[in-house]
């Protein structure tokens, strides 16, 4: 492509503002190889542009009044993972995940954390442009993420990108609703010749996690001015296991029951299968200042996770109703008689052995029927999904040259985004229909589909000032549809033997009824202004203002204002202030689902309902409106020769969070007062959960980043550090959130993160060295946190450190060769501590918490080739 060397910047939804002073990425660690001479590291300091932050023309970091972290592609790559969530992790200490376990589709999507708030939170965007929610709603997202409808950001292939912008600062006056905590810009590679394709192998020192995967870019010339830029990716992962046999499970094998698996509930990572993602970005001049660009991708995927046990002795509305006392038995034709009972213990409580029930069962009459003649050793779900993601992003920008508009840069364009999670349950049952039940279901599907038209622009003014004033401002609108699609009949059918105490629907995860499905549809539009002025060389101050009206809840206004002040040729203070807000997803406001839930000790299934559902009515529902916050930052920067370094504070206030409230059981009056108002099918639902803005956090913390190039060791040596402390505080809340809900936002996640990165380059071969340290957190499994307050249930999982290496030799410039680790020395998380007082603990077979922020799969090792063209 030709490029016109005069620099335009064209106002989007975000615009060129950043520029990184080492080459690729000093905020996030990333590996930078520069020249052993000052002089020379001087040169190179100004080079990278990011496109998140500000409206105006290119800046360095070290001149920037927002902290923003840069990736590079070459540090995206030196990793074992395939996915880009832990891509990120192992470089962004302010960012975690979790590896979400048996949490339903957020198994399948699972949603990420910055700076301690919830995943849609984060506005993601890709070059620039505002990119779709995923259709997955974490309705089991861990405390933090309850409910959380974020992006998918895991379709997006490390091959793809040229780097990742990470714009650490509230900016929803800039960017609109979602931009609580932050910004992360996915910016795609432009080269119009080359490539590469890698091939990658590995699997974790625990023998399984096995993965593939095989990855390709190649740049093309679109005419003589322009460029297609190609990538894909495809791979396949094994699941996991970090498990030990359930001691219930254990018991009845130990009792002579040979149906019982060796492993009964599997806590690990799901299985990745045909996971398969094409990116393009494509750009043309189309001369006098004028561009045209469109990008977009297809990604899909097949995710098959684990589930909860089914004991055969006290699964109620499957083997029990009376906790295990006495089988549940259906009667097919009350003409031949009542059915015996058949009792499951002896006089002191005990489980009466497997021969002695098995016996019994057999010797039921031709009329009666129990479920453990077809699971006698009872039965564990498996649930996954197919989740497909495509959009489509197109527009032109360019330069007015005359009339009313001269001198206006310009940026047109409109996307659309789609998103689709297709559910799958396998060796489960609709008690409901008997013996004839089948075993495998589609419970439906969720789709989020949404459209976004901007208009933006720029205008340069002289106003007397040090540089001329740059005023932004332009239009945005949005439509956004969530669907929700029944399911097979037989995923929610109503049985004929409901009326004998067995359950409806596929167990585990209920379809959907044709009453819950349909589409729900939300539009938008913003008007907004950004302003930016150099007031002197070395004062730098910004405002930005938006208004925003929704077609349901209104209208808000939001701003910023930003400043940086050059005390020295070296050292800088920055500040921001702003507000923002984040939109209660279409999803949100309008889904239902039914989850299994924990109730001392036992499976019950849970209703998540409409907030404005007459049932949620009933417990103190209403309908949703956006969370509002109110940041501050405040940092100093220094960037010497070949030092980088900043030191920011800051503090985000959110008020009227929005999350899935605790589960609440229903009692009589409430059942009574719902048959009143005339909602059917009250006594089937046990308990009841829905989406409420029912409490307030103050998050605070602090982020220290340096880096360090030399000439060491006869090579080219770059030193990165990454801090980051955050601490959430929730300040009001009712018992619609629940103590364990507030103990979770509080301390799930760890308080102190960081990282420390060594890259190390020579002509023929390069190392880097990372070490990872995560500071203490709390230790959860199966949604237990304790009593808060009480140190004999409540678990403090001590910090860790890991390391992670990688050794590349290259044969020639165009192959290469490496090998590499995470987790290399594999460090284990916290084990469950069995002897804390506590239900859960060491009863549902898992080894570590699921909190853990290092994951709980243990260290992986990796070998990959290169070819480059």
């Known amino acids: 492509m030709k490029h016109n060397n005069k620099y335009h910047p064209v106002a989007h939804a975000v615009k060129y503002a950043i520029a990184t002073t080492f080459a690729l990425g000093i905020a996030s660690g990333a590996a930078v190889a520069q020249e052993a001479t000052e002089t020379a590291a001087k040169e190179q300091a100004v080079e990278k542009i990011a496109v998140v932050g500000s409206r105006s023309a290119p800046r360095s970091i070290g001149d920037s009044p927002v902290p923003i972290d840069i990736i590079g592609a070459d540090e995206l790559m030196k990793n074992g993972s395939t996915d880009m969530l832990n891509l990120m992790t192992t470089t962004v200490p302010s960012l975690n995940v979790h590896s979400n376990p048996i949490s339903d589709a957020a198994t399948l999507v699972r949603p990420m954390n910055l700076r301690g708030l919830s995943a849609d939170s984060t506005l993601i965007l890709t070059n620039g442009k505002r990119r779709h929610k995923s259709s997955v709603i974490a309705f089991l997202g861990g405390g933090i993420n309850d409910g959380a409808q974020g992006a998918d950001v895991s379709v997006i292939p490390g091959i793809a990108l040229k780097q990742v912008e990470i714009l650490r600062d509230g900016a929803a006056a800039q960017y609109g609703s979602d931009a609580i905590a932050g910004v992360i810009n996915f910016v795609l590679k432009d080269a119009d010749s080359g490539g590469s394709f890698e091939v990658k192998h590995g699997e974790y020192y625990a023998g399984d996690g096995t993965s593939t995967e095989f990855a390709g870019n190649i740049g093309m010339p679109l005419t003589d001015n322009g460029f297609v830029n190609a990538s894909f990716q495809y791979k396949n992962v094994d699941p996991t296991s970090r498990s030990v046999q359930r001691p219930d499970a254990q018991a009845f094998a130990d009792g002579g029951n040979p149906h019982i698996a060796p492993i009964t509930q599997v806590w690990g990572s799901p299985k990745i299968k045909d996971d398969i993602t094409i990116f393009i970005n494509a750009g043309l001049d189309l001369g006098n200042d004028r561009e045209a660009y469109l990008f977009g991708n297809y990604s899909e995927r097949d995710v098959t996770g684990g589930f909860y046990y089914r004991n055969p002795y006290n699964r109620g509305g499957v083997f029990s109703n009376d906790g295990g006392e006495t089988l549940l038995i259906g009667n097919t034709d009350f003409s031949a008689g009542n059915c015996p009972t058949i009792g499951l213990t002896d006089g002191n409580g005990n489980n009466l052995p497997f021969n002695a029930v098995n016996s019994a069962v057999n010797a039921l009459p031709a009329n009666c029927f129990s479920f453990f003649s077809m699971f006698p050793g009872g039965f564990t779900p498996t649930f996954g999904g197919n ?10 920008k360019g330069e007015f040259k005359s009339g009313y508009f001269e001198g206006i840069m310009y940026d047109f364009s409109g996307s659309v985004g789609r998103n689709e999670s297709s559910y799958m349950m396998t060796n489960t049952i609709n008690a409901s229909l008997g013996l004839d039940s089948p075993t495998e279901f589609n419970p439906g599907k969720y789709i989020q589909l949404e459209k976004n038209f901007t208009a933006d622009f720029v205008k340069f003014v002289p106003v007397g000032i040090y540089e001329d004033l740059t005023v932004a401002f332009g239009a945005q609108w949005t439509e956004e549809s969530f669907e929700v699609v029944a399911g097979d009949f037989a995923s929610f059918q109503v049985g004929d033997f409901v009326d004998q105490g067995f359950s409806i629907g596929s167990n585990g995860f209920p379809g959907f009824k044709p009453e819950d499905a349909g589409v729900s549809s939300r539009r938008n539009y913003a008007l907004y202004t950004d302003v930016e002025a150099e007031v002197t060389e070395a004062l730098l101050l910004g405002f930005a203002l938006r208004f925003e009206d929704y077609d349901t809840f209104g209208s808000t206004l939001n701003y910023k204002l930003t400043g940086q002040f050059r005390l020295t040729d070296d050292w800088a203070v920055r500040a921001s202030h702003s ?37 949620s009515l009933e417990l103190g529902g209403s309908e949703l409106q956006p969370e509002e916050s109110t940041s501050y930052a405040l940092g100093v920067v220094y960037s010497g020769a070949a030092v980088f370094m900043t030191l920011d504070y800051f503090r985000i206030d959110v008020d009227d969070r929005i999350s899935q409230s605790s589960k609440i059981n229903l009692t ?25 803005n029912d409490f307030d956090t103050k998050t605070q913390g602090v982020d220290f980043v340096a880096s360090y190039s030399t000439f060491l060791l006869d090579g080219r040596s770059s030193f990165n550090f990454a801090y980051n402390w955050t601490d959430t505080k929730v300040k009001s809340a009712t018992a619609i959130t629940g103590l364990d809900k507030v103990s979770r936002l509080e301390n799930d996640l760890p308080n102190h993160r960081a990282t420390l990165t060594w890259s190390q380059s020579y002509d023929d071969w390069s190392f880097f060295l990372r070490s990872n340290y995560y500071g203490e957190y709390q230790g959860v499994h199966v949604d237990w946190v304790g009593v808060p307050g009480d140190p004999g249930t409540e678990v403090n999982a001590k910090a860790k450190v890991t390391f992670d290496a990688e050794l590349s030799y290259f044969i020639n410039d165009s192959f290469s060769v490496a090998i590499g680790a995470q987790n290399l020395f594999d460090t284990k998380p916290e084990r469950i501590n069995m002897s804390a007082v506590g239900l859960p603990n060491g009863a549902f077979g898992a080894k570590y918490y699921e909190t853990s922020p290092m994951g709980i799969n243990g260290g992986y090792y990796y070998v990959k080739g290169v070819y480059r063209f």
């Open 387 to 396: 989740v497909t993601d495509t959009s489509l992003t197109a527009g032109t």
């Open 668 to 692: 009589d009056a409430n059942r009574e007062a719902l048959r009143a108002a005339g909602v059917k099918n009250v006594d089937s639902i046990q308990q009841v959960s829905f989406f409420t």
């Open 579 to 615: 507000t923002g807000f984040r939109a209660p997803t279409v999803g949100q406001a309008n889904v239902s689902n039914v989850q299994t839930n924990l109730e001392s000790g036992l499976l019950v299934d849970s209703a998540l309902l409409p907030p404005t559902n007459p049932v």
